[in-house]
């Protein structure tokens, strides 16, 4: 089972509550992840610059593997 990490531009860390039974699921999802935080960041930042961060702030993903619990 794994999950995914993000990784703010500030070092901050958030787990993400969805468990994949693979690891190209979770990379897949991580990819995802970034992808529309880029793209919400671009869209936000067009409407008020003033009010939300730059746009060029990405976040990244790390694929941790986690016990099912079994």
């Not at 992840?33 to 008020?48: K, P, R, W």
């Not at 730059?54 to 079994?70: F, T």
């Amino acid at each position: 089972m794994f999950k995914v990490v993000t990784i703010g531009s500030d070092g901050s860390r958030e787990e993400d509550d969805e468990i994949f039974e693979t690891e190209a699921e979770a990379e897949q999802h991580g990819q995802q992840m970034c992808s529309d935080y880029s793209e919400g960041a671009t869209v936000l930042h067009m409407h008020n610059p003033g009010d939300y961060s730059d746009p060029d702030d990405e976040i990244d993903y790390e694929v941790i593997e986690v016990d099912d619990g079994d």
